[in-house]
């Protein structure tokens, strides 16, 4: 199977059967940590990149005589920005009509503030978003958006779907030493999190090799 992978086993998500909808690196950020290294085909357009029937085909033969305790998850995670393929809404509500397995979505979140792509992540029972700064200069310096993906605009997308989403909104913070884990950068991220009230806050430190060197994880202090 081309676009299905696993199930692999997920912190989060127990037993995770993925699905990779964007080509390698395909993204509009270009975050320093990100193990996949450096964003190669930077963009913000929504579009096609793979065949939406052939995903949903990968997905029902991975399900196919599948033990039901084998899988806990279907994810949409992988190689790029899941939410910049245009057909993710429609994915998402063909792949629920193949399994009762709950649907999960991993996404930076910065095409929140577009209703139709919040539209199409509410079929989905869990959505996965990223949240690395409570700054303007910390989220240029750490996540590297592209020009158009202004900060206030992502904040209050991720604000308003707060409002709108009936599911589980697991926000994502990656911390990292020096950079985003200081005391004055911790209060700014806990300020902004209050606003946005997410069901859970999930903090992740950069334990695999990043895209940039020189990052490493925070130290824990007694």
Same mark, same amino acid.
Request: net charge negative; aromatic share 6%; hydrophobic share 35%.
């Given at each position: ?9 997920? $912190? ?29 085909? =930077? ?7 793979? /065949? ?8 029902? %033969?991975?399900?196919?005589?599948? +033990? ?12 790029? &920005? ?11 509500? &063909? ?6 397995? /709950? ?16 539209? &199409? ?23 590297? =958006?592209? =020009? ?33 884990? %200081?005391?004055?950068?911790? $209060? ?9 009230? +997410? ?10 090799? +990043? ?6 994880? +925070?130290?824990?202090?007694?």
């Amino acid at each position: 199977m081309k676009y299905v992978y696993g199930p692999v086993p997920s $912190r989060r998500l127990g037993r995770s059967l993925g699905v990779d909808p964007i080509p390698f690196k395909t993204c509009n950020w270009n975050c320093v940590y990100c193990q996949l290294g450096r964003t190669s085909q =930077p963009t913000n357009e929504r579009r096609d990149y793979v /065949p939406p029937d052939d995903i949903i085909e990968d997905v029902r %033969t991975a399900l196919a005589g599948r +033990p039901a305790n084998d899988v806990d998850w279907i994810t949409f995670v992988g190689s790029g &920005e899941p939410t910049l393929h245009a057909s993710l809404g429609r994915m998402i509500r &063909e792949v629920k009509a193949l399994s009762d397995r /709950p649907v999960a979505v991993i996404t930076n979140g910065s095409l929140l503030y577009d209703s139709e792509v919040r539209d &199409e992540l509410s079929a989905a029972e869990a959505i996965l978003p990223s949240l690395d700064a409570g700054s303007e200069q910390l989220y240029l310096r750490i996540n590297r =958006p592209r =020009p158009e993906l202004q900060f206030d605009r992502f904040l209050e997308g991720l604000r308003v779907f707060s409002q709108e989403y009936t599911g589980s909104l697991w926000v994502e913070v990656m911390l990292i030493k020096g950079v985003n884990d %200081t005391e004055e950068a911790l $209060r700014a991220l806990a300020q902004v999190l209050h606003h946005i009230d +997410p069901d859970e806050i999930h903090i992740n430190q950069p334990v695999r090799p +990043p895209g940039s060197h020189g990052l490493s994880r +925070p130290t824990t202090k007694a």
